[in-house]
Every structure is written in structure tokens, then in C-alpha cells.
């Protein structure tokens, strides 16, 4: 028994033995020992840590900005500066007063088939009635209209039987001052830009497609900056990709602020952004172009009519400009009548006059509307848009 309880007991001896060692195996290397009380000043400084309190300045002087090196100064090499955008140049537009004198050849070029063909008829010893149908044609084919022509006719008539003989000046003086009557001189041709308001001139431009309306309003800022007006732009046309662009060009050109949207946006909230603009400004004039719409399109048609009402809170419009292309002819009366039953159209400019032989369009616009036409397109040049002088008009058709 007792031998039992000795052979226990050495057991768990051994076994305590055996345990104390894997303990003793499990525990932590001891740390390296602390750095020296003594500091080492070949070491760099320390971070610093979160609490802890600033370091006190070095006691070294600061370096001027003149004295700090910038990046390249050292081994030579220069240094690139990125420059600002250049601005645009302003231009100054060619003065209003005149140019259609100035443009007269331009006109006259396409323009003497009529005055020539009118003249040699008229020139005929006997004029009979197949003569005088050979007159209404001629005026017909330069898209005169049916009525104005029946007038001029008649009246030519009738002036040629009092007048008797008939010598080429006598003819030219007669042709001219009857094509001067019936282009109504009493029309006031002037763009109206005057505002009765507190409020700057607000110009509306409309027009179908491809009459050049974007660009017909770019001339005409030109026309208005060389008179000496303050002009704001608004680019309402969003349905026509880069049409603001092209506006703003033209703005930038002549010192034109142009007040744009986002593409497919709504004109009529550009339209009124761009009068508030013009308020907010002290601009004389607020011009604004409206998307070219087809006339047989009655949702179109309706937003003209929606951007003019939009636009009419701030104040009325002073002038609703129609651009038609001159070489549509009689389609263009057709676009007239439409555009007319949805703003009340005060102005008529036509453009490409100078590449068609049908001037007469200018008389028949004027009878059929009621208004008359103030600007007209002579080229593709910046100036090239005129004011619509009736006299150096019938000069360029019928010739010095």
C-alpha cells in the first residue's frame, strides 16, 4: 500500500515539473533595454504626437521669398507660367449711316434685270395692251404681288398718255418716282429700340428655318453697338444645336453680353432671364433670338407666342422683327400671314437680297403685312446688313 501512494506521489511530481517548463516557454521575450538617459543629436527629432505640445520655434532667421529658390532655379532651367486666356478683340462695326449706298453695286447686280426690262418696255414707240402685259409680267416675275402690280401698271398708264414723247431720263424719272410711291415713303423704317419704360428696347427676332435669323441677329447687335447702344443678347433658340454659340460669337465680337441656357431648355424662361439680365445691366437694347420654327407647325407656333407673353412681364416689346429669305419669294408672304397672327409683327428684314433677282418682294411684303420692311441682307460679310433706304433701293433697280 505504501508503495502505491509513493509511485502517486513521484507521479505528480513529475508532472508539475513537466508543466512549469511549457509555461515557462509560453511567456514574452523580455524588452530591449531602454535607450541612454543621454540624448543622441545625430538622430532626427521625434513626430510628434497627438496632445502633445508645439516644439518652440528654432531660433533661425526666415528667408525672404526673394531669397527661396523656385523649382529649376538652381540648375537653370526656366520655369513655365501658364498665361491667362486672351480676351477677344472688340471690334468697331462699320457705321449704319450709308451702307446701303455702299452696298448699291451688290444690289444693283442682281437687281438690273427688272429696272433694264421695265425701261425698255416702257421705251417702245407704240405701247399697246401686249406691251403693257409684257410690264405686268416683268413685274410679276420679280414677285411685285398681283395687286401692286395692277397699281403700278395703271398708274404708269395712265402718266405715259399725259406725257406723250418719251425720252430715256423722262422714262428712268417716271418708272422711279412711281416705284417710290408704291413702296410707301412714309413708313417709319427705324428699329425701334426707345423703351417709354425705365426699362431697356426689347427686340424679339423671328423667322422659319434657314432665313438666317441667328446670324441676322448677330448683324443687327453690330448695326445697334455702331450706333452707340449697350446691347444684351438672349440666346432662346435651344432647339438648334450651337445656335447659342453662334450667337455669342457674335456677341463677343462687338463687347455683347449673351445670356444662354442649356440646350433643349426652355426659350421662353432664357428670353425672360435675358430681359432681366438687360434690366439689371442698364443695356439700351435686350435682342432676342427665338428658335426658326415652321410655320405649318401649331405647337411651335404657340411657344412664339408663350416667349412673348414670358417676356412681356418684365415690359412690352418695342420691336418684332420677321426674317425672311428674299429668294423664297411668295412663299415668304405665306410665312408672313402665319407669323403675323402670333405676334404682332412691326418690321420686316429680308436677307439674301443680294443673290435674287425678285426685289419686288420687298413691295409685296410691305402690302400684304402692313409693315415695313427696315433691314435688308446684302452678303455674308459682318456689315452687310443694311437699314432699307427706298431711294438708293429704286436707284439700284433702275440705274443711274
Do not use: C, Y
Not at 114 to 135: N, P, V
Not at 293 to 314: C, F, Q, S
Request: proline residues 7%; aromatic residues 2%; negative net charge.
Amino acid at each position: 500500500m505504501e508503495t502505491v501512494i509513493l509511485a502517486v506521489v513521484i507521479a505528480v511530481v513529475v508532472l508539475g515539473v513537466l508543466g512549469g517548463l511549457v509555461v515557462g516557454s509560453r511567456r514574452k521575450k523580455p524588452l530591449p533595454p531602454a535607450p541612454p538617459t543621454t540624448p543622441d543629436l545625430t538622430a532626427p527629432p521625434a513626430e510628434p504626437h497627438v496632445g502633445d505640445e508645439a516644439e518652440t520655434p528654432r531660433d533661425e532667421p526666415r528667408r525672404t521669398i526673394e531669397e527661396v529658390d523656385l523649382p529649376g532655379a538652381a540648375d537653370g532651367t526656366s520655369v513655365a507660367v501658364e498665361e491667362p486666356p486672351a480676351l477677344p478683340e472688340i471690334e468697331i462695326p462699320e457705321p449704319t449711316a450709308g451702307r446701303l449706298v455702299r452696298l448699291r453695286a451688290r444690289l444693283s447686280r442682281s437687281q438690273n434685270a427688272l429696272g433694264k426690262g421695265l425701261l425698255a418696255l416702257l421705251a417702245r414707240e407704240h405701247l399697246d395692251d401686249d406691251t403693257w402685259e409684257e410690264i405686268e409680267d416683268t413685274l410679276l416675275t420679280a414677285d411685285v404681288g398681283v395687286q401692286s402690280t395692277q397699281e403700278l401698271v395703271e398708274r404708269l398708264r395712265e402718266r405715259v398718255k399725259v406725257l406723250g414723247t418719251r425720252t430715256p431720263d423722262e422714262l428712268r424719272g417716271l418708272l422711279r418716282e412711281e416705284l417710290l410711291t408704291i413702296l410707301e415713303p412714309g413708313f417709319d423704317r427705324a428699329v425701334n429700340t426707345d423703351s417709354p419704360l425705365d426699362t431697356p428696347g426689347i427686340v424679339m427676332v423671328v423667322g422659319v428655318n434657314g432665313t438666317g435669323k441667328t446670324t441676322t441677329t448677330g448683324k443687327l447687335a453690330r448695326v445697334l453697338v455702331a450706333d452707340g447702344k449697350n446691347v444684351v443678347l438672349g440666346a432662346a433658340d435651344t432647339f438648334r444645336a450651337a445656335a447659342a454659340d453662334q450667337l455669342q460669337t457674335w456677341g463677343d465680337r462687338v463687347g455683347a453680353r449673351t445670356v444662354r441656357g442649356p440646350e433643349g431648355g426652355d426659350p421662353a424662361s432664357i428670353a425672360f432671364d435675358a430681359v432681366k439680365e438687360g434690366i439689371e445691366a442698364g443695356a439700351d437694347v435686350v435682342l432676342i433670338d427665338t428658335a426658326g420654327r415652321l410655320h405649318t407647325k401649331t405647337g411651335l407656333m404657340d411657344e412664339l407666342g408663350k416667349v412673348k407673353r414670358v417676356v412681356e412681364k418684365h415690359a412690352p416689346l418695342d420691336e418684332v422683327l420677321l426674317v425672311l429669305d428674299a429668294t423664297t419669294g411668295q412663299n415668304g408672304l405665306v410665312q408672313a400671314r402665319v407669323f403675323a397672327e402670333v405676334v404682332e409683327i412691326t418690321g420686316i428684314v429680308l436677307t439674301k437680297l443680294d443673290g435674287t433677282a425678285k426685289g419686288g418682294i420687298v413691295i409685296a411684303v410691305q402690302r400684304e403685312l402692313g409693315v415695313p420692311v427696315k433691314l435688308i441682307g446684302l452678303g455674308e460679310g459682318a456689315d452687310d446688313l443694311a437699314p432699307f433706304e427706298p431711294e438708293a433701293f429704286v436707284d439700284a433697280l433702275i440705274g443711274e
